[in-house]
């Protein structure tokens, strides 16, 4: 255990070891389960298949021995013949139609390109040559054979792929293969200047030049023609007459050779080469390794190179159809003139019989029929999952390994119960030569089926989430050979290592992607010391996690504090952080001798750096506010240009000579510093400072980057942490946002938002907005959409890009939430004038939108013009709501429901005018009195409702259940002759809807079932969170305050009620001030000492760090400092290094201010950080334009700093305490009072303003400050300790010269840089302001209009005619129906479906995990 009772990541505990057992259990299960369901189907796909054409054979057999009933069996004939013709063709129209959908029709269809004229032509000619040898096959051959042999026989299709392994595998290929790559055409290339002895001294066990697979190629390729030979035996030892045992030996041969052509490798992918692109669009990008040539640069990523390095999609589109087209005509050729002899026409073309009659199957054959249809569908479908899931050994390869071996045993087995058994096969053998023959034959094509493909299948790994292209050659199946046609159609390592581009620097021979480089980056700001823990433990455990797998993935974790170093010394958070590494990420902090610590003094503050777990670098950030802009977007700008123009490129150089640990391969070529390599491969995760996360969760995200080119970024379930009533409001409110918003945007198109609080962004896509998202906001609207949301906007400019972005569900996360109504209503505030912004955005340009990003569609972009309806005819709806439950659960008058409608709007307009005066604080309190309010009322509608309910139930019961049961026969009787009754009224219809989806919803999400509990909480709040919120959230559309950890910016927020305070509380301190100096003249130097009158420091006292409302303090001038104190202060020590002139000149403030602002005490700029105009208008400053300008400037100066040693007792004595205050002048004074020593400082708890005046201190900048430091002091306590002991040990630690670093960040720093913290002009930010509350106040207005007009319009609308059958009247309740009803049942479809990818996922990161 570590201290303070974490455990140490790794400790095995009983919980542990469950979970693990678990784990494993579900593992054993999937893999037996998909071996079980790919095995059945793949036996029962090839039985079914034998057993039609043993009938068919059987039926013609019946046919020439039959005197009568000949039209009956040719009927019969004819439907075996219609019934192999549908397993061959609806093969081909599911090829089709998936081939249409995605590459053809829709948006998307430009990312798919189209064959080359060559390829067409390959194309055709291979879809002519398999379509003849296919109906040979099925409609000549495997009828005229044995049930067991025509198993055996179906796997004599490897001897074209058997011979074009042998021809590679030759040496002179393997030196040109090697270094086979693609350009940017598609075409391949040869690299003749490489080393040809490189490939020759490679260690290839597994690879070409092994002894062993040459050998095994030349094994496989004698045994696939050895047995044709002894098949040919076989025919001819069966067959009755000379004549068919030639045609049937010779079509047997040729049929499984064509297809052994057609279906090999080179073929398919001769026939799939693309025609040269257009590059009309910047969506996708992928890496292309060219060729250390001397012109070229090694591994550049091409950004303009599309997703897709064949035309596989369009092409199988031709071929599909031109099969479709050429199987039926062939079929009828082959089985009329070449099977039957021209005794059976299966079109009945030529005869009396309908053709309908053909197709009237019933019985065992329309089962066998289906089963065989649909067995090779979902068979099929399962080992696509299987390699989607990484689990091919047991879903794909093993299956079709036994599948001959147990089809072979089945069948024997059924022959021997002929009678009894479903299936019907051939009678056994009479002639044990033949058999020995057969079964001999079909021994050596399974072995060289295994040989020549199944090796290569068993080894092939994709990656987790893989898309088809990567795992299959060509995106269809075949219902008759699908074991065979799925074993050629793999895509497996040997074919993608000579016809897939690669990157010979990083080739791995067990691992097909290269090495991935992580950023982690978090954000802080003020966050408290369990915010930090819970970050810094999720990043030591990932940093085990990374230590103990030993893969080749760097991870780094960044950390950004704003705020967090002030010149060169460390702010209390820093330092706070600083402390918790010896106990979150067990590195000792306090002895900072190792070699992995470093420290640079940057051009934007601070940076410290340590390694974790000897596994991670983690870096501290910590920045200046005065040198580098402050707040969450800067920081992100701010490390998105670090890691894409600085840490990549050092990693790039690293990761060349990175240690060797295990397997792990070292990369040799040259780093180009001028390239941009790994951009695609390079990712940063993104999280906030109070994150907790599991190495698993940021793995799993990974997955779904890597799995498909085109993600930009990836966001994970996030999960509310705290306790409270907010709390259990968020709880529910999280998980329905995840279960269907999420899940909608991820299936419809793209997700909209990837939080800043933990997703994982590719550098690729951040470099293509980076420049876009550094930009000032220049307009109100951009203020909402940049500043007020930045996660959303970021995610809005990839989505415009072209980018998509995912939600993973099975990648969690926990945060802190608001617990206090004040912060929560502040944060959503933000969150929705954001949301609604960005989304506004993407509504009013929908054509860009649409035109640049595949993934959006008008449908999709038309759903969310729903969404941001639904949410601005909320609070009409609320009302309405409030209104129908009153009327269903009470007796209530049209007219009393019509005033609760009145009532409540009015109201809700009341409490917006308030929020457009009243202060914020006076907003959220009558918020909060409001919300009790509701929830009562919706309590007492949610009892009467359930209440009516119940009684409708019992109604309906009566009314409509059988008589026997419930009713007399007078009660029956009169039932009969009663109108249908509908069962429930509307409001508990709406009621039981939500409720039975949101049950059912959470059935999907076991794991998160409780949070449904919560929902009852969330339905009384129904009105807090869609009403008054929403009210709230646009009437303070021009608060740019952010909400949580900070306070307002700019002058007094509060409205008129402190406007006029503050204004009397002024007029009152210059009266006095007048006063006070009339007496000075009038009376001596020792009546000048009379302290002026005294405040109380809690409220006199302004607290920078939070930006409450200061107060203005009194106004002394120098004729009030007195004799003692001009003999005894140094006032030169008080002129510190940063002089006040030099600033006001800097920002172009009036110089003569200087004089007026020295005479107050105001000599460093840690005094005048925070002030606002109330301040500087009470020391004598009347220009107001000057003072507003001053205003800006001061609040951009970071706060004074109170470090350890200047608030707890007992550090310092009192002349180190002045010191640390930039008040060491006093000292003097303080000594002479009786304040000197350490055991002094506990005195200074009592003094107040009047006891400094009387010791001589009159300047109101002095007083301000003791009185403020005063007030902070207190007892050190056990984590202030480690905090004080952390800044003793940093202060002594020299400075580490970086100069490349410190030389880039002094360019991102450079004038004219979005980074540089710039005084803002008084023109942008007065049009600014203006321009949020003509945007707030069009808001309101929209507002209003549309929520009356929707009131109005619905409540107004009837529909009497459904009165009868006891359905609502009223429309607002029909049409709320039918608004929220298709949003909700939309979401929750696209739920089911996102729920069974994350299942796929979950249960491919369970194998991958445990494989390990």
Same mark, same amino acid.
């Given at each position: 255990?570590?201290?303070?009772g974490?455990p140490?990541?790794g400790a095995?505990?009983?919980?542990?070891?469950?979970k693990?057992?678990?784990l494993?259990?579900?593992q054993?299960?999937?893999?037996?389960l998909?071996?079980?369901?790919v095995a059945?189907?793949?036996?029962l796909?090839?039985?079914?298949?034998i057993?039609?054409?043993?009938?068919?054979?059987?039926t013609?057999?019946?046919?020439?021995?039959?005197?009568d009933?000949?039209?009956?069996?040719?009927?019969?004939?004819?439907?075996?013949?219609?019934?192999?013709?549908?397993?061959?063709?609806i093969?081909?129209?599911?090829?089709f139609?998936?081939?249409?959908?995605?590459?053809?029709?829709?948006?998307?269809s430009?990312l798919?390109?189209?064959p080359?004229?060559?390829?067409?032509?390959?194309?055709a000619?291979?879809?002519?040559?398999?379509?003849?040898?296919?109906?040979?096959?099925?409609?000549?051959?495997?009828?005229?054979?044995?049930?067991?042999?025509?198993?055996?026989?179906?796997?004599g299709?490897?001897?074209?792929?058997?011979?074009?392994?042998c021809?590679?595998?030759?040496?002179?290929?393997?030196?040109?293969?090697?270094?086979?790559v693609?350009?940017?055409?598609?075409?391949?290339?040869?690299?003749?200047?490489?080393?040809q002895?490189?490939?020759?001294t490679?260690?290839?066990a597994e690879?070409?030049?092994?002894a062993?697979?040459?050998?095994?190629?030349?094994?496989?390729?004698?045994?696939?023609?050895?047995?044709?030979?002894?098949?040919?035996?076989?025919?001819?030892?069966?067959?009755?007459?000379?004549?068919?045992?030639?045609?049937?030996?010779?079509a047997?041969?040729l049929?499984?050779?064509s297809?052994?052509?057609?279906?090999?490798?080179?073929?398919?992918?001769?026939?799939?080469?693309m025609?040269?692109?257009?590059?009309?669009s910047n969506?996708?990008?992928?890496?292309?390794?060219?060729?250390?040539?001397?012109?070229?640069?090694?591994?550049?990523i091409?950004?303009?190179?599309?997703?897709?390095?064949?035309?596989?999609?369009?092409?199988n589109?031709i071929n599909?159809i031109?099969?479709?087209?050429l199987?039926?005509?062939?079929?009828?050729?082959?089985f009329r003139?070449?099977?039957?002899?021209?005794?059976i026409?299966p079109?009945?073309l030529?005869?009396?019989?309908?053709l309908s009659?053909s197709?009237?199957?019933?019985?065992?054959?329309?089962?066998?029929?289906?089963?065989?249809?649909l067995?090779?569908f979902f068979?099929y479908?399962?080992m696509?999952?299987s390699?989607t899931?990484?689990l091919?050994?047991?879903?794909?390869?093993?299956p079709?390994?036994l599948c001959?071996?147990i089809?072979f045993?089945?069948c024997a087995?059924?022959?021997?119960?002929?009678d009894?058994?479903?299936?019907?096969?051939s009678?056994?053998?009479?002639?044990?030569?033949a058999?020995g023959?057969?079964?001999v034959?079909?021994?050596?094509l399974w072995?060289g089926?295994?040989?020549?493909?199944?090796?290569?299948?068993?080894k092939?790994k994709?990656?987790?989430?893989?898309?088809?292209?990567?795992?299959?050659l060509t995106?269809?199946?075949?219902?008759?050979?699908?074991?065979?046609h799925t074993?050629?159609?793999?895509?497996?390592e040997?074919?993608?290592?000579?016809?897939?581009?690669i990157?010979p620097?990083?080739?791995?021979n067990?691992?097909?992607?290269?090495?991935r480089t992580?950023f982690?980056c978090s954000?802080?700001?003020?966050?408290?010391?369990?915010e930090?823990r819970?970050?810094?433990?999720?990043?030591?455990?990932?940093?085990?996690?990374?230590?103990?797998?030993?893969n080749?993935?760097?991870?780094e974790?960044?950390?950004?504090?704003?705020?967090?170093?002030?010149?060169?010394?460390?702010?209390?958070?820093a330092?706070?952080?600083?402390?918790?590494?010896?106990?979150?990420?067990h590195?000792?902090?306090?002895?900072?001798?190792?070699?992995a610590?470093?420290?640079?003094?940057?051009?934007?503050?601070?940076?410290?750096s340590?390694?974790v777990?000897?596994?991670?670098?983690?870096?501290v950030?910590?920045?200046?506010?005065a040198?580098v802009?402050?707040?969450k977007?800067?920081?992100?700008v701010?490390?998105?240009?670090?890691?894409?123009?600085f840490?990549v490129k050092?990693n790039?150089?690293?990761?060349r000579?990175?240690?060797?640990?295990?397997?792990r391969?070292?990369?040799?070529?040259?780093?180009?510093?001028?390239?941009?390599?790994?951009?695609?491969?390079?990712?940063?995760l993104t999280t906030?400072?109070?994150?907790?996360?599991?190495?698993?969760?940021?793995?799993?995200?990974?997955?779904?980057?890597?799995?498909?080119?085109?993600?930009?970024a990836?966001?994970?379930?996030?999960?509310?942490?705290?306790?409270g009533?907010?709390y259990?409001y968020?709880?529910?409110?999280?998980?329905?946002?995840?279960?269907?918003?999420?899940?909608?945007e991820?299936?419809?198109?793209?997700?909209?938002?990837?939080?800043?609080?933990?997703?994982v962004?590719?550098?690729n896509?951040?470099?293509?907005?980076?420049?876009?998202?550094?930009?000032?906001?220049?307009?109100?609207?951009?203020?909402l959409?940049?500043?007020m949301?930045?996660?959303?906007?970021?995610?809005?400019?990839?989505?415009?890009?072209?980018?998509?972005?995912?939600?993973?569900?099975?990648?969690?996360n926990?945060?802190?939430?608001?617990?206090? $109504?004040?912060?929560? #209503?502040?944060q959503?505030?933000?969150? @929705?004038?954001?949301? %609604?912004?960005? =989304? *506004?955005? !993407?509504?009013t340009?929908?054509?860009?939108?649409?035109?640049?990003?595949?993934n959006?569609?008008i449908?999709f972009?038309?759903f969310?013009?729903?969404?941001?309806?639904?949410?601005a005819?909320?609070p009409?709806?609320?009302?309405?709501?409030?209104?129908?439950? $009153?009327s269903?659960? #009470?007796?209530?008058?049209?007219?009393? @429901?019509?005033?609760? %409608?009145?009532? =409540? *709007?009015? !109201?809700?307009?009341?409490?917006?005018i308030?929020?457009?005066?009243?202060n914020?604080?006076?907003?959220?309190?009558?918020?909060?009195?409001?919300?009790?309010?509701?929830?009562?009322?919706?309590?007492?509608?949610?009892?009467?409702?359930?209440?009516n309910l119940?009684?409708?139930?019992i109604?309906?019961?009566?009314?409509?259940?059988?008589?026997?049961?419930?009713?007399?026969?007078?009660?029956?009787?009169s039932?009969?002759?009663?109108?249908?009754l509908?069962p429930?009224?509307f409001?508990?219809?709406?009621?039981v809807?939500?409720?039975v989806?949101f049950?059912?919803?959470?059935?999907?999400?076991?794991?998160?079932?409780?949070?449904?509990f919560y929902g009852?909480?969330?339905?009384?709040?129904?009105?807090?969170?869609?009403?008054?919120l929403?009210?709230?959230?646009?009437?303070?559309?021009?608060?740019?305050?952010?909400?949580?950890r900070?306070?307002?910016?700019?002058a007094?927020?509060?409205?008129?009620?402190?406007?006029?305070?503050?204004?009397?509380?002024?007029?009152?301190?210059?009266?006095?001030?007048?006063?006070k100096?009339?007496?000075?003249?009038?009376?001596?130097v020792?009546?000048?000492?009379?302290?002026a009158?005294s405040?109380?420091?809690?409220t006199?006292?302004?607290?920078?760090?939070?930006?409450?409302?200061?107060?203005?303090?009194?106004?002394?001038?120098?004729e009030?400092?007195?004799?003692?104190?001009?003999?005894?202060v140094?006032?030169?020590?008080?002129?510190?290094?940063?002089?006040?002139?030099?600033?006001?000149?800097?920002?172009?403030?009036l110089?003569?201010y200087?004089?007026?602002?020295?005479?107050?005490?105001?000599?460093n700029l840690?005094?005048?950080?925070?002030?606002?105009?109330?301040?500087?208008?009470?020391m004598?400053?009347?220009?107001?334009g000057?003072?507003l300008?001053?205003?800006r400037?001061?609040q951009?100066?970071?706060?004074?700093?109170?470090?350890?040693?200047?608030?707890?007792?007992?550090?310092?004595d009192v002349g180190?305490?002045?010191n640390?205050?930039?008040?060491?002048?006093y000292?003097?004074?303080?000594?002479?009072?009786?304040?000197?020593?350490?055991?002094?400082?506990?005195?200074?708890?009592?003094l107040?303003?009047?006891?400094?005046q009387k010791?001589?201190?009159?300047k109101?900048?002095?007083?301000q400050?003791?009185?403020e430091?005063?007030s902070?002091?207190?007892?050190l306590?056990?984590?202030?300790?480690?905090?004080?002991?952390t800044?003793s040990m940093l202060?002594k630690v020299?400075?580490?010269?970086?100069?490349?670093?410190?030389?880039?960040?002094?360019?991102?720093?450079d004038?004219?840089?979005p980074?540089?913290?710039l005084?803002a002009?008084?023109?942008?930010?007065?049009?600014?302001?203006?321009?949020?509350?003509?945007?707030r106040?069009i808001?309101?207005?929209?507002?209003?209009l549309?929520?009356?007009?929707?009131?109005?319009?619905?409540?107004?609308?009837?529909?009497?005619?459904?009165?009868?059958?006891n359905?609502p009247?009223?429309?607002?309740?029909?049409?709320?129906?039918a608004?929220?009803?298709?949003?909700?049942?939309?979401q929750?479809?696209t739920?089911i479906?996102h729920?069974?990818f994350?299942?796929?996922?979950?249960?491919?990161?369970i194998?991958?995990?445990l494989?390990?």
């Amino acid at each position: 255990m570590s201290t303070k009772g974490y455990p140490d990541y790794g400790a095995e505990s009983h919980s542990t070891q469950c979970k693990a057992l678990c784990l494993k259990i579900i593992q054993v299960l999937v893999r037996v389960l998909l071996f079980s369901i790919v095995a059945t189907c793949a036996v029962l796909s090839k039985l079914s298949l034998i057993s039609l054409v043993s009938r068919l054979n059987k039926t013609i057999d019946d046919i020439h021995r039959a005197s009568d009933s000949e039209a009956t069996l040719h009927n019969r004939a004819a439907g075996f013949f219609w019934q192999l013709l549908f397993i061959i063709l609806i093969p081909q129209f599911v090829t089709f139609f998936r081939t249409l959908l995605f590459s053809v029709c829709g948006k998307q269809s430009r990312l798919f390109p189209w064959p080359t004229p060559k390829a067409i032509v390959v194309g055709a000619v291979a879809s002519v040559f398999e379509v003849v040898a296919m109906t040979t096959v099925v409609f000549y051959v495997l009828p005229r054979l044995h049930s067991i042999v025509a198993i055996l026989a179906l796997g004599g299709v490897f001897g074209a792929q058997a011979i074009l392994d042998c021809l590679e595998w030759c040496p002179c290929c393997v030196r040109k293969g090697y270094h086979k790559v693609h350009n940017t055409n598609g075409n391949i290339n040869f690299n003749e200047k490489e080393d040809q002895t490189n490939c020759l001294t490679e260690d290839c066990a597994e690879g070409r030049s092994g002894a062993w697979n040459k050998f095994s190629r030349i094994i496989a390729m004698f045994l696939q023609f050895v047995s044709v030979i002894l098949l040919n035996i076989y025919a001819s030892l069966l067959q009755s007459g000379p004549k068919d045992q030639f045609l049937v030996g010779c079509a047997m041969t040729l049929s499984l050779l064509s297809l052994s052509v057609v279906w090999s490798s080179k073929v398919q992918q001769e026939s799939q080469k693309m025609a040269k692109m257009t590059q009309s669009s910047n969506v996708t990008h992928i890496r292309s390794a060219n060729t250390n040539e001397k012109n070229q640069k090694p591994n550049v990523i091409n950004e303009k190179e599309p997703i897709l390095p064949t035309a596989r999609f369009k092409a199988n589109f031709i071929n599909a159809i031109l099969r479709i087209i050429l199987y039926p005509f062939i079929s009828y050729v082959i089985f009329r003139y070449v099977f039957t002899n021209g005794s059976i026409d299966p079109w009945c073309l030529h005869q009396s019989c309908s053709l309908s009659k053909s197709f009237q199957w019933k019985g065992q054959e329309l089962t066998i029929f289906l089963i065989q249809i649909l067995s090779s569908f979902f068979g099929y479908t399962f080992m696509w999952i299987s390699c989607t899931m990484v689990l091919h050994r047991w879903g794909l390869a093993l299956p079709l390994y036994l599948c001959t071996p147990i089809s072979f045993a089945v069948c024997a087995i059924f022959q021997a119960h002929q009678d009894s058994s479903s299936f019907y096969f051939s009678k056994a053998y009479s002639d044990p030569v033949a058999l020995g023959v057969a079964v001999v034959a079909g021994a050596m094509l399974w072995i060289g089926q295994i040989l020549t493909m199944g090796v290569f299948v068993w080894k092939k790994k994709n990656l987790i989430l893989a898309k088809d292209a990567a795992m299959f050659l060509t995106p269809c199946y075949d219902g008759v050979f699908l074991e065979q046609h799925t074993m050629l159609n793999r895509k497996v390592e040997r074919r993608e290592m000579w016809h897939e581009t690669i990157t010979p620097t990083f080739v791995d021979n067990n691992d097909e992607s290269r090495p991935r480089t992580i950023f982690i980056c978090s954000t802080m700001y003020m966050e408290d010391r369990e915010e930090m823990r819970r970050l810094l433990s999720s990043i030591y455990q990932l940093a085990c996690h990374c230590k103990e797998k030993k893969n080749d993935d760097h991870f780094e974790s960044h950390i950004f504090l704003d705020s967090g170093a002030n010149v060169t010394e460390l702010t209390y958070f820093a330092l706070q952080l600083f402390s918790l590494f010896e106990e979150t990420l067990h590195v000792d902090a306090l002895h900072l001798e190792s070699k992995a610590f470093q420290r640079i003094n940057t051009p934007y503050g601070i940076q410290l750096s340590w390694e974790v777990a000897e596994a991670m670098p983690i870096y501290v950030h910590l920045k200046d506010s005065a040198k580098v802009k402050k707040k969450k977007r800067w920081s992100q700008v701010m490390y998105m240009n670090y890691v894409l123009n600085f840490r990549v490129k050092e990693n790039i150089r690293n990761l060349r000579n990175w240690g060797v640990q295990g397997e792990r391969q070292r990369a040799t070529a040259p780093y180009n510093k001028e390239s941009r390599m790994d951009d695609d491969n390079t990712f940063i995760l993104t999280t906030d400072a109070d994150i907790q996360f599991t190495p698993e969760s940021a793995t799993v995200l990974l997955d779904i980057l890597d799995s498909d080119p085109q993600v930009g970024a990836v966001c994970a379930r996030t999960h509310p942490q705290g306790s409270g009533p907010l709390y259990w409001y968020q709880v529910f409110d999280y998980a329905i946002g995840h279960w269907f918003q999420k899940s909608a945007e991820d299936i419809l198109g793209t997700v909209l938002c990837c939080p800043g609080c933990f997703s994982v962004f590719r550098c690729n896509a951040l470099r293509s907005v980076l420049d876009t998202y550094s930009t000032e906001v220049t307009s109100a609207s951009e203020f909402l959409t940049k500043d007020m949301g930045e996660d959303r906007w970021l995610c809005t400019l990839l989505v415009e890009n072209g980018w998509k972005l995912k939600y993973c569900a099975i990648s969690e996360n926990y945060t802190n939430c608001p617990e206090t $109504f004040n912060e929560f #209503f502040k944060q959503r505030r933000r969150w @929705i004038s954001s949301t %609604i912004a960005n =989304l *506004s955005l !993407l509504i009013t340009q929908a054509s860009r939108f649409t035109k640049q990003n595949e993934n959006v569609s008008i449908i999709f972009v038309l759903f969310q013009g729903i969404l941001v309806f639904s949410t601005a005819i909320s609070p009409a709806t609320v009302i309405l709501v409030i209104a129908s439950g $009153f009327s269903s659960a #009470f007796i209530v008058s049209h007219s009393s @429901i019509l005033a609760i %409608i009145i009532i =409540l *709007s009015f !109201l809700s307009i009341a409490y917006g005018i308030f929020c457009l005066y009243g202060n914020h604080l006076h907003q959220l309190d009558m918020a909060k009195f409001a919300s009790v309010l509701f929830a009562i009322t919706m309590g007492v509608v949610f009892v009467g409702n359930f209440k009516n309910l119940l009684y409708d139930f019992i109604t309906f019961g009566k009314h409509y259940l059988p008589c026997s049961i419930n009713a007399t026969s007078e009660m029956c009787t009169s039932q009969n002759k009663a109108e249908f009754l509908f069962p429930i009224t509307f409001p508990n219809m709406y009621l039981v809807l939500f409720t039975v989806l949101f049950i059912s919803s959470g059935l999907f999400h076991l794991n998160e079932f409780s949070c449904l509990f919560y929902g009852v909480w969330y339905f009384l709040a129904l009105p807090s969170g869609y009403l008054i919120l929403l009210i709230y959230s646009i009437a303070n559309l021009d608060d740019r305050s952010w909400g949580t950890r900070e306070g307002s910016t700019g002058a007094l927020q509060g409205g008129g009620f402190e406007k006029i305070k503050c204004l009397l509380l002024n007029v009152w301190q210059k009266a006095q001030s007048c006063f006070k100096l009339g007496v000075q003249k009038q009376n001596t130097v020792e009546e000048n000492k009379q302290p002026a009158p005294s405040y109380d420091a809690a409220t006199a006292l302004s607290d920078y760090t939070d930006g409450r409302e200061q107060q203005p303090l009194a106004d002394f001038t120098d004729e009030a400092v007195s004799t003692k104190y001009s003999n005894v202060v140094n006032e030169a020590a008080f002129r510190l290094t940063v002089k006040l002139r030099e600033w006001l000149n800097n920002n172009d403030i009036l110089p003569e201010y200087a004089e007026i602002l020295e005479q107050h005490g105001y000599f460093n700029l840690s005094f005048i950080a925070g002030l606002n105009i109330e301040d500087f208008e009470a020391m004598g400053l009347k220009d107001r334009g000057h003072v507003l300008r001053l205003e800006r400037c001061a609040q951009k100066l970071a706060p004074f700093n109170f470090a350890i040693d200047q608030t707890c007792l007992g550090l310092c004595d009192v002349g180190t305490w002045l010191n640390s205050l930039e008040l060491q002048g006093y000292q003097q004074l303080f000594e002479a009072a009786g304040y000197k020593t350490r055991d002094d400082m506990e005195n200074l708890k009592g003094l107040k303003r009047m006891d400094l005046q009387k010791m001589g201190i009159y300047k109101r900048a002095h007083l301000q400050r003791l009185l403020e430091g005063i007030s902070k002091l207190t007892y050190l306590t056990e984590d202030e300790m480690r905090v004080h002991q952390t800044r003793s040990m940093l202060e002594k630690v020299p400075d580490t010269d970086n100069n490349d670093e410190c030389l880039y960040w002094a360019e991102m720093l450079d004038v004219g840089k979005p980074l540089r913290p710039l005084a803002a002009s008084f023109k942008s930010e007065s049009e600014l302001k203006k321009g949020m509350r003509s945007l707030r106040n069009i808001s309101l207005v929209l507002l209003l209009l549309i929520n009356m007009t929707w009131i109005i319009l619905l409540y107004t609308l009837q529909f009497p005619k459904l009165q009868k059958f006891n359905l609502p009247t009223k429309a607002f309740e029909i049409l709320f129906l039918a608004v929220y009803g298709f949003i909700v049942t939309v979401q929750f479809c696209t739920m089911i479906v996102h729920r069974g990818f994350t299942l796929i996922h979950y249960l491919a990161h369970i194998d991958s995990k445990l494989s390990m």
